[in-house]
Every structure is written in structure tokens, then in C-alpha cells.
């Protein structure tokens, strides 16, 4: 048995019909040559379910004492473990375009797992165009966050299109062959923290712990510089509303070398290519709802905690308050104060030891995971939105011979925190799951527009031509009328854009397309070895 | 706004992750001539959403005061309705045999509605073989009891087959229609009971309501002759133990004119054979688990308190304890002791006004209902299951031309009472839905079996031929294995049937039936009144 610890405990404890506490997503796969759609499905499923011993946390259920949440929490083996009730197989409606496949993972990521058994689901999906099939999975956040699962999805699936899996994906022999192929010991039980021992036995004992706090009471008192830190300065907006137990999803990828690029060309990194990226949709977004508050948007970006090596915790994660710096007209001038305010999130950091980088973290969580059961999460929101920045793999990667095509993350929403946005870097590509609350943001599907309204908006700032698409006149975007006093250059943006959404648009309705692949896309070198998660 | 009645709360308060406190289930189609299935769906569903007024319950939402559910609810129009949440397009996948629609129905039924909503959904299922199509619903019980949704669904449906509906089925309009063809004024105030009302009205003013009390307590003490009362003798098996949050739902009819046969020529009603032939099943399943108890099993009876017209009240129903005599062996015997059960407990209301009728089963159903927030409902079960009868339309419905095949229905399941029997009268068929918690009874899919066994038994017994079918040797099955020292005529009995279903299953084998219908079904009189529920 082994014990949760206090955050993975809370995802439990916050969990209610209204905000499921479960991550997951959807793979996208295209069927090997010659297999037929139904026998391969099955194949897969029979395969997952000759399981022995299963991976954590797979086999695994939740065990309470007499204190039920309240009291600790471990996980157990689940000795009646019924593998037909997690693999399930489902179908989607004609014509079977991804506005169906959206719109079923929104309502299978709008119910609660069960905490009889083990917390996950598989379903394998069929009824897509070309060839192609899906798999959505759901586990509970108690079990897993996002690195861990991009470990579990590495051990599940291979390099090699002629690789055919003798032993289920789900079993200890997969993590174990993973584990080798990492060359990395298995963590040693100080590894595996609990957050409660920590408090007790190092929260005296650190100098560099001391300093982080005065200077987070600093940035409070508006003494911080750059530093963001959560519930100061969030304004409202729809994104900041109660929630409903209700999804939206939405999911796209991108090109890894266009968003990189825009990266370099800043001095940044990508991640904060990435958060410019989605501070320019949520001002075009809000904008264009007319309710773009004049206080800039503050986001919540996690970042790893994970030790190299670590593939077996539920949850190393902590938080950056990045500011996204929506109330700036100038793209560049957003980039530059976003980077600084993640450069400042991150100094904190930079000399403590991992335990205490998690200690605090947690530390300044806890307030604001207290605010949901009461209710408040949503009058005092610690940030306008959450952006989580996964790294998966850097190749393609097969399943029994059936191509990985993209990695799409389904994550979650909070009282006050309508809009979650998780993106997996995979082989050359970048996959985009946006989770909403359906009736808080309506018109979320848009996002994705604006998603690349921003991306291009940031290109052309920088002098990189996107797309190589010509420039003649054409009828303004929604956001061309609404902004009337944009300068020349972006004027000539939005149109160049409009001919360029009405060409793809034309395109898509021919034939629904997942990807916005381009032909000028520089070659990424692939490597097998998963990073850190980018902070 | 109306309120909600103490027993239409008490669904709500009574809900958990693990007994979702909804009912519905599904109806199967088959599609007009020449119609395509991806356009006739999507014409329901687009005719379904052109309603402006909803009748009720399909546009209201709870309402809650400060004291949340302890408080008085209410339910209030809906002004954010999204009918696209409600009305939902699915797909089995392949190959859409009923198994795969069972699947899909013990998920969605297992899964609870959201509270900030109306609470229901209905799902358009496609994917079934030979032109059919499946219409699963689920309506929360605060909203609708059975008898309700049989009036929701008639004013759904039409008779005629030519008929094409120009309003919403959800409309005001529909419901109105309808009860223009029952010729019924709408209910008086005076008609919506509110019990926590009556219960400070009505408490000392009757001496029927005393005299029925006396009777009850007799009953407790051993006094009480063929009379079941709730908690006493009900023996503990496999289907009164904890239930978890999955389901497994299986559905199959039967001629109405079978079961009715065997009730004639007993001298008992037609639901007295629906329980003789539920207990036969029964008696069948537990004892080739190897747990048959030596007491009888009682099942929870509904019975309508509904008023003739009232085609508004949520709930409108009452419950007999019935003995199901599964410790006698002689199906006539047991017959006998079923019917002599539910007249002892059919007597006890005789004398009682409806309002008083409905308010004693409310005093004596309440203690067990308290049991269930307490966690005791599996230590103490009241009854051993439910078995509900609730009269359908007795002629062939249409909607917009498809022809209504079957109304299958899917109930609840409880803390302690891990199975529910549900029947629904619909044409000249009579359509079992049995829900069972997944984990308690992994085996339910069986019982459909056990129910046919068990109705072969009373027809013999009565020197009913069934299915005409000759009788030649054959291997004995399970039952007849397992139970040595059957008399010789049970014994053929088990030899013909383990005949008739081998011949049964090699037909299933090559197309998947639902319906098992006979050549020698004599004609029923249709008439499209609706008739009270039999007690």
C-alpha cells in the first residue's frame, strides 16, 4: 500500500459533480496497412487486457480509513479488477468529423471515474474518416499528472512501426522495459515524498526557503518587480465564472519549428513562445467579446518537479504565476514582459533544493485549493487561467504498427477557472486540448482561430513570412472591426489572415483536418529520451 | 416555480456517485422505408429543438435555497436552456449487436445528470443492423416516475404512421395535443400534493389511516397472515450487498399474451404472473450461484396512486411488499403464496383515500430511506429487489413514421438492492429492462435465460404448450444439473427448453434478436388509454 500524498489527496477532496479531478486526453492513430478496423480495435483491447500484474496506477484502488478524505489515503491493489469495465470500445456518430470525436471526449471528460476500482478509462474509438481511429483515456489527478502520463504513454508505445507487442501495455513488463531503455535505477523510498512529513521536518530548516517567502510577501505588497504571484491583480472576465459539470473541447496541433522560431527570435524560449502564443488568442478572444479587461491576465503555468528518473510519482508538479500581459497592444512588447515574469517565477527557485521548491509550492497552493470547497473559488480566482506546456516524444511513435498522429490533452477546469490549455510537444508538431466549461465559454471553438490569429500576428512581428500566403485585400476579420484603430501593419495582418482562414477554411470543409501542417516546416531532430517539463 | 414534493427531494438527497437516482432507458426503432438513418436522426433531433416552451420537466432546473437540499426545492424554467447538451448523437461500434447497445446503456446510466441543468438527456443511437435505431433517455426520478414517462412518451409518439410532427415532441404543444385526446382537464391545485404538508394536515384526522397502522404493527409481530411488511425476513444474498457506480443492463420481451395465460389459469392477474415468473428466475439464479436462502425473498412492489388525468405529477407511486415464495419449490404453490402476498397487501389501502394511501406508504417507506445516507441500506435491506410493472401503449407507435419497437426500460438500483426488475406493457409485448450493479452481479446477462426457464415452468405446470416445440432428449442444462432431485416432469421440462434454447442461440448466433415472439401469440384487443398501474 502506499500512501497519497497531501496534493495528491486534495485532488480527491476538491473533486465534486461539477469539476471532475481527472486528465487525459486523446491519441490520435492511423491503422496499420491491411488491418481492418474492428479486428485491429480488438486486437488492441484483447491485448491491454492480458495484463498480470499491472503498472501503477492501472491495478490500483483507493483505500480510506475511518476518517473517509478526511483522514490518509493509499493506494491498494484492486484484488476483483475487472479490465472490461476500463477498455471500453466506443463509436462515432456519421459522418464521424472531429466536431463528433470533440464532442464525445467533452462528454466522457464530463463525468467522474469511479473510486470503487482503479481511477482511469480507455476508450478505443472508431468511426473516424481515413483510416484513422482515437483513443481517449481519463485517469484521476490523484494518480497522475501530465509528465507522468507522457512516461506511461512512452512505455505503451514504440519507435518501431514493425514492433508488435507480445505483453499488455498496461503491465509491469512495459514499464519495466521502458525503465531499462532509460537506463535509470528505480527511485529510492526517500524518493517518494509526502508532503505532510515535509511540512514537519523542513520548514525551519532552510535559509533559501526563508528568502522565497519575504520575497513573495514582497511581491504582495507590490515590491516584486516582475513577479506575479496568485490572486493579486487577476481581473474578471467569463473565464473567471462558476462552472457547470458540463466540457467543451476543442483540440489542434501546430508546427513545433513556427512556434520555436517566434521563440528565438524574442531571445525566449519556447515555452514563452507558447504563453505569447495564447495571451494574443485570450486578448483577441476577450476582445472580441468586449470584455477585454484593462488589468492584464495572469496564468498559471506548472512546472516539473519530476527528478530525473522518476517515472512512478502521481504528482511533481508545482506553479508559476505568469503574467500574459493581455492589456498590451504590441505583440513584441507582450512577449518581453511575459518572459520576464516567468524569468523572475523561476529565480525563486533556481537555489532551492527540489523538496523545498515543492514544499513552497505547495505552500502558496494551499490557500487557493482551500477556496474551492468553500465555494469562493470563483469570487476570488488565484489566476485567470491555466497553460501547461507537456513534453512528450520527440519521434513518431507506434502502436502495434498503428502511426501515433498527434497527442491531444484533455484537462480540467475549476471553480473560477472556466479555460484550461495544455499543449504535448510530439515528433515535429505541438497538439493543443483546450478544456472549457461548456456554458461559460460558449464559443470556445473560436479560440482555436485566434490560437493561430496570434501565432501569425507574432511571426509578422518578427519578420518571419508565415506560410508563404500572398497579401491581397480582402473582407476584414471579426477582430479588424472591432479594433478600428490597429496600425497599417497589422491591418495588413488581419486581412492577409482572412483570405488565409477563408482559403483553409474552404479546405477544411472539403475534407475536416486535424493539423496545420505547412510545407516550409524545418526538420526537428528527434530524440527518444523525454525532457523536464519546460518552465 | 413549484416545489417538490419530501418524495421527489428525497431522490435528490438520496443520490450519490455510486446510486445515480435517474430512470429511462431505451426505445428501439426501425426505420421508415426509404429513409436514411444519418438524416432521420438528425431530422428528430432537429425537430426536437425547435420547441419555444418546453412541457415539463424537459425545461426546468432545480432551484435551491440557502439550505441547499435540506432546504425546499423548486424547480424553475430553465433561461439558459441548451437543448444540444440535452439531445445527444451516439454510435455503437461494431458490430451494433445488442450487446453493444447494452454496453453503451449500462454506461450512460450509470453516470449522473448535472444538477445546473434540466435533468435529463436523451441520446440518438446509431449503428444497429436492419434499418433499427435506438433512442436511449434518462429522466432524473425527482422529475418523473414511470407512469409519467409513459405519458411524456405518448405525447411523443402517434399512432399513425403517416403522421409527421410539425412541433417539438418537448413542446407545450405536444403535451397539450395529448391530453386533448384523453379529453382531460388539467389538474387542480389542489391535485399537487405536497406530502410534508399533508403529513401535519392529515396525520390524526382518519380512522382508516389508524386501523391500516394496527394492521402493519400486526404484521411486525407475526399477526399479520400472508402480509410482507419491509426489514422483516428478508433474507441477505448477493444482490443485497454495497453497490458500486457501474451497471449492467440487459433487455428482452416476451408475448404479453404468454404471461397473461399463465396468470388466467391461476386465477391471478397478469402482474401476479409477472412476479411468479420473476421469482421463478430468481430462485433459478441464486441457487446455481449456490446461495439460495432458505427464507423467500420480497420484493418492492410500486403501485400507481396516480389520479386518472394527472399527467403532471413527478411521483406519483407507493410500494407492496410482495412474498416471493422462492423457497417453495412447486411453481403453482409459489404462484399462489405471490398472489395471496400482494392481495394482503393491496387490502391494507381498500379502504384508504388516495391522498391517504399515498401518505401511509409514504410513513412506511421513510425509514428505510433514511437508512440509505447512513450507509445501513446494505445491512438492513428492505426488500430483496423491485419489481415494477408499468402499463405502455397497447398499440404499435410511430415516430414521424419509424415504427416504436420495444420500450425498455432501466430503474435504479440502491444501496442493499443491487437489482431491478422493470417491465413495460407496449403493444402485445411485454419489455423486461433489468439493471444490476456490475460488480454484485456480474452474471446478470443470465437471467434473461432464467426468466424464459422460469415462465416455461408455470406453463407447464399449468398445461400451457409452450413454443409448441417437441420434446426430445437432449443434455441437461445448468439448472437441471445443478437441482438432482426434480421431479420427471421438470425434468423434461429442462431437457425441452435446453433443446429450444440451443435451436434459440444458433439463430441468435446468425442475426441478433432482441424479441423473442412465437408463432402461436393469440391477438390482444389494442386501445391507446392509458390504464392505471397494476398493483
Request: hydrophobic share 40%.
Amino acid at each position: 500500500m502506499k500512501k497519497l500524498s497531501l496534493i495528491d489527496s486534495a485532488f480527491l477532496m476538491l473533486e465534486s459533480r461539477e469539476t471532475p479531478m481527472h486528465v487525459g486526453g486523446f491519441n490520435l492513430f492511423t491503422l496499420p496497412e491491411g488491418a481492418g478496423e474492428q479486428e485491429f480495435l480488438h486486437g488492441l483491447a484483447a491485448n491491454m487486457r492480458t495484463a498480470d500484474a499491472l503498472q501503477p496506477p492501472f491495478g490500483d484502488k483507493l483505500k480510506m480509513g475511518r476518517l473517509g478524505l478526511l483522514g490518509p489515503l493509499y493506494w491498494e491493489p484492486d484484488n476483483s479488477l475487472d479490465l472490461d469495465y476500463h477498455i471500453r470500445h466506443s463509436a462515432l456518430p456519421k459522418p464521424g468529423r472531429f466536431r463528433e470525436l470533440f464532442a464525445l471526449v467533452s462528454r466522457l471528460h464530463g463525468t467522474l471515474l469511479d473510486r470503487n476500482r482503479p481511477l482511469w478509462e480507455t476508450h478505443l474509438i472508431e468511426g473516424l474518416p481515413d483510416r484513422q481511429f482515437a483513443v481517449y483515456s481519463k485517469f484521476h489527478h490523484a494518480a497522475i499528472d501530465g509528465v507522468r502520463s507522457m512516461h506511461l504513454q512512452q512505455s505503451m508505445y514504440s519507435a518501431d512501426p514493425r514492433e508488435r507487442m507480445h505483453y499488455s501495455p498496461l503491465s509491469m513488463a512495459a514499464r519495466d522495459r521502458y525503465r531499462d531503455a532509460l537506463q535509470i535505477a528505480p527511485p529510492s523510498d526517500e524518493a517518494i515524498r509526502n508532503v505532510a512529513e515535509k511540512l514537519k521536518a523542513s520548514f525551519d530548516s532552510s535559509g533559501h526557503m526563508l528568502g522565497a517567502v519575504r520575497q513573495y510577501a514582497g511581491a504582495w505588497m507590490g515590491r516584486g518587480g516582475p513577479l506575479v504571484v496568485p490572486w493579486k491583480d487577476v481581473p474578471k472576465s467569463s473565464i473567471n465564472t462558476r462552472v457547470d459539470g458540463a466540457r467543451r473541447f476543442v483540440a489542434q496541433s501546430w508546427p513545433y519549428a513556427r512556434i520555436r522560431a517566434v521563440g528565438k527570435a524574442l531571445d525566449g524560449t519556447f515555452n514563452d513562445a507558447v504563453l505569447a502564443m495564447c495571451a494574443g488568442a485570450l486578448r483577441i478572444f476577450l476582445h472580441n467579446h468586449g470584455e477585454l479587461p484593462s488589468q492584464s491576465l495572469k496564468s498559471m503555468v506548472p512546472v516539473s518537479l519530476r527528478r530525473a528518473g522518476d517515472i512512478d510519482s502521481s504528482n511533481a508538479v508545482g506553479a508559476i504565476s505568469a503574467d500574459l500581459a493581455t492589456n498590451i497592444k504590441d505583440p513584441v512588447q507582450r512577449f518581453r514582459a511575459i518572459k520576464a515574469s516567468m524569468e523572475a517565477g523561476k529565480a525563486l527557485f533556481e537555489d532551492m533544493s527540489p523538496d523545498e521548491a515543492s514544499l513552497f509550492l505547495q505552500l502558496i497552493q494551499l490557500p487557493g485549493l482551500l477556496l474551492i470547497p468553500l465555494g469562493l473559488g470563483s469570487r476570488f480566482p488565484p489566476y485567470s487561467t491555466v497553460i501547461s506546456n507537456v513534453p512528450g516524444p520527440r519521434q513518431p511513435m507506434y502502436w502495434n504498427g498503428a502511426r501515433l498522429e498527434g497527442i491531444y490533452p484533455a484537462s480540467i477546469v475549476t471553480e473560477g477557472i472556466a479555460l484550461n490549455i495544455t499543449l504535448v510537444t510530439y515528433d515535429e508538431q505541438v497538439d493543443f486540448g483546450i478544456m472549457a466549461c461548456r456554458r461559460s465559454l460558449p464559443q470556445v471553438q473560436r479560440f482555436i482561430d485566434y490560437l493561430e490569429d496570434s501565432l501569425v500576428e507574432l511571426e509578422d512581428a518578427v519578420g518571419i513570412s508565415s506560410a508563404g500566403a500572398a497579401k491581397p485585400a480582402s473582407k476584414a476579420t471579426v477582430k479588424a472591426k472591432a479594433e478600428p484603430k490597429t496600425k497599417a501593419k497589422t491591418k495588413t495582418r488581419a486581412k492577409t489572415k482572412a483570405k488565409t482562414k477563408a482559403k483553409a477554411k474552404a479546405k477544411a470543409k472539403a475534407r475536416p483536418k486535424l493539423k496545420v501542417r505547412q510545407k516550409v516546416m524545418p526538420k526537428v531532430k528527434a530524440g527518444s529520451k523525454p525532457r523536464a517539463q519546460r518552465g
